[in-house]
């Protein structure tokens, strides 16, 4: 008897738009309504590779753009035997910040074209849904910390905005707009409903690639 599988399920969004409040709040939500749903965020700063990116973005270190850029897709493959494994056991994943993120950060540097970023994350298990918190970067500048680590300018926040609305365009990809700018829990409502909805329609179907 196979069980069905879990739904891969991201959260994208600019910095401070609400990503890892929301990603817990629907892993709750979902493991209170009895799915086995279990949350995984990119980077993963527990790892190897991770530390580089963590001391990386935490200006503690100075990489090249091309290098870091590799670094974050690596990230993401190393965990991909797992993410596999817990799809298949029926877990549903959801996940804070994944290849969207990758692309629209580099791409948001000088010189960067977008195809060129979206490379090296071929391949990687294609989301069932992928969730954009829609929030102005100057709204998003006024939540808690902003400015502390690398990339948390609103003049790059803009430029990594654009990225996504372009990013948004591929029609290949199940893109869902969230307003973000409104209270925690309308906010969660919306993103519960749509999870829902593709939990039930994802298990019948194989993950697919990006
Ligand atoms: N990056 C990432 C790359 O360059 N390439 C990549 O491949 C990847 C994966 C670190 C950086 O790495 C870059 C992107 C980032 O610059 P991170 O570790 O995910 O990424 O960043 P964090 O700093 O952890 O998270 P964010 O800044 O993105 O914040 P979130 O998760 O969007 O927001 P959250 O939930 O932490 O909330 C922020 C604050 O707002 C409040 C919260 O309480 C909190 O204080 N808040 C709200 N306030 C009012 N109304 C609401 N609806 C609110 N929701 C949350
Ligand atoms: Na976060």
């Known amino acids: 008897m196979s069980c069905r599988r879990g739904a891969l399920i991201v ?72 993410m596999k494994q817990k799809l298949e056991q029926g877990i549903d994943l959801v996940v804070d910040r994944y290849a969207f993120s990758g692309v629209a950060f580099t791409s948001a540097k000088p010189d960067f074209s977008l195809e060129w970023c979206m490379n090296p994350d071929i391949g990687l298990p294609k989301p069932d849904l992928v969730m954009f918190l829609q929030l102005n970067p100057n709204m998003a500048a006024n939540r808690g910390e902003f400015g502390i680590e690398r990339y948390e300018t609103s003049a790059f926040q803009r430029t990594v905005h654009q990225r996504f609305e372009e990013l948004m365009q591929d029609s290949s990809v199940n893109w869902k707009v969230i307003d973000a700018a409104r209270t925690i829990e309308e906010v969660h409502k919306d993103i519960k409903l749509l999870s829902e909805d593709i939990i039930s329609l994802a298990q019948n179907q194989p993950v697919g690639e990006l």
């Open 11 to 82: 959260l994208e969004g600019v910095d401070r738009a609400g990503k890892t409040t929301q990603c817990q709040k629907l892993v709750h939500a979902l493991q209170q309504s009895g799915r086995a749903a279990e949350m995984m965020r990119f980077p993963d700063r527990t790892t190897k590779i991770g530390q580089l990116i963590s001391s990386y973005l935490e200006k503690k270190s100075n990489l090249e753009d091309h290098t870091v850029h590799l670094l974050f897709s690596a990230n993401r493959w190393e965990m991909v035997p797992l």
